[in-house]
């Protein structure tokens, strides 16, 4: 028999009028998702969504489920017809099967269908009444049950199940628009990259790279990286903007301690006018309040002074053991500790600015025509499109 998956998406149900374009969302991501996984049936009945598995592997495609944002939980169920004889021997059936001698027990109704004609407790009382007739060995436990047997009754058929597993919960991605996240192989930008996948924003990611000063090795790495975030975020593209001759003109033409302001804003500049060409909304980083001299407010500012769009910074206020647990969760972290160069770790200074200026940064900038380099390379700029790899190191998330 087909194995059948309850969806619930609890923080959707708030959204009033937006609910139709969120569900609709939702239900597009997850079958993009299972098609990676197996042949199956995803529809959509009043608040609740179905996957229905014809073929493909169970624990696979739950794990699925369980990185697709939008989702608060998700239960395997059995179908039951909206008839108390047809429900008590599909909860009969199920506790046969899981029940372990001596477990404690309850049984939980839920009746969305107000036209069933027995209320909640009455259908509670006789589920129970039913399988403790027939089932040894099953004491209840009607305050803190180690096992609680659900009885949901919906508009077309009822649904039995026992276990409920918690999903990634955020939004559906794609409900937020679309952004522009700046990503390197460090270990912050991937993981900001799933914040904002998780709060619904689609992502397209853009990499600075300064070769031969970073290396292929590195390149490969950040591929690695949107690669593995596919399987959040969906199929995804990734922009790779050779960005050496631009660098080099920094710090040939300003002072090495304002170098890596002058960069990031240069960096900005290029990202802003791809996230223009490519129907970003906004810029996404992995900037984290004081982790280094241009994380500062200061340098913040006038960073995207340049920008002339919104910067978002997901990772702005956690500590960073709080972005390594969330890393290893996501799978990214063994790939970002890969060593690297970073584009802003050639040429750094010793003792970079740490509470720069608009102006001043404005008026080095007059120092010398960046412009032809800023066209150079975002016409020579690389697009590709990434599907989705798993990561050995993925440890999933409960
Ligand atoms: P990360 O771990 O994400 O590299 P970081 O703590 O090393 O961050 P920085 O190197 O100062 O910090 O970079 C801050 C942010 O700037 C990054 O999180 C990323 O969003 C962006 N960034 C840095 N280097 C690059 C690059 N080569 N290409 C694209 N974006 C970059
Ligand atoms: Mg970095």
């Known amino acids: 028999m087909a194995e059948l998956i309850l969806i619930r998406y609890g923080e959707l149900a708030l959204k009033g009028k937006n609910r139709s374009y969120f569900e609709e969302r939702l239900l597009k991501n997850i079958r993009a998702n299972m098609k990676k996984a197996s042949r199956c049936r995803v529809y959509r009945t009043r608040g609740r969504l179905f996957v229905e598995i ?16 939008g989702i608060s ?21 199920l506790m046969e099967k899981v029940h372990r001698p001596g477990e404690t027990f309850k049984v939980e109704t839920k009746r969305a269908n107000k036209a069933f004609p027995l209320k909640s407790p009455e259908v509670s009382r006789e589920v129970a ?23 949901e009754i919906r508009e077309a058929e009822a649904y ?10 955020g939004l559906p991605v794609g409900v937020s628009g679309k952004g522009l996240l700046l990503l390197s192989g460090g270990i912050d930008s991937p993981v900001a990259a799933y914040l904002a996948l998780k709060r619904g924003v689609a992502l397209e990611a853009l990499h600075f790279h300064s070769f031969p000063f970073t290396s292929d090795r590195a390149r490969e790495k950040v591929l690695d990286l949107w690669a593995l975030l596919a399987r959040y975020g969906g199929d995804m593209t990734l922009h790779v903007a050779p960005f050496t001759n631009l660098q080099k003109a920094i710090y040939q033409h300003c002072p090495s301690d304002w170098g890596v302001i002058v960069m990031r804003r ?36 006038v960073t995207e002074d340049a920008a002339g769009l919104p910067v978002f910074r997901p990772l702005l206020c956690y500590d960073k053991n709080e972005i390594i647990h969330i890393a290893k969760n996501i799978g990214t972290y063994p790939i970002s500790i890969r060593p690297y160069e970073d584009c802003c770790t050639v040429f750094v200074d010793p003792h970079p600015v ?23 390379c975002l016409e020579n700029m690389e697009t590709v499109s990434i599907s989705e790899k798993a990561s050995p190191g993925k440890k999933g998330i409960s």
């Open 129 to 151: 009444a039913y399988v403790l007739s027939r089932l040894e060995d099953l004491p209840v436990d009607v305050h803190s049950p180690q096992k609680r047997l659900h009885v």
């Open 266 to 301: 240069m960096m900005m500049r290029i990202a802003a006018e791809t996230a223009l060409r490519r129907g970003a909304k906004a810029l996404f980083t992995g900037e984290n309040l004081g982790q280094v001299a241009s994380q500062t407010m200061e340098s913040m500012a």
């Open 354 to 376: 740490t509470r720069p200026q608009k102006d001043r940064a404005r008026a080095l900038e007059e120092n010398f025509d960046f412009t032809p380099l800023l066209h150079e």
């Open 54 to 69: 014809m073929e493909g592997d169970l624990e696979e495609v739950i794990s699925r489920l369980k990185d697709t944002f």
């Open 73 to 93: 939980s998700l239960s395997t169920v059995v179908r039951a017809q909206l008839d108390m004889g047809d429900i008590k021997e599909k909860a009969l059936a």
């Open 160 to 169: 039995v199940f026992t276990e409920a597993w918690r999903g990634a919960g």
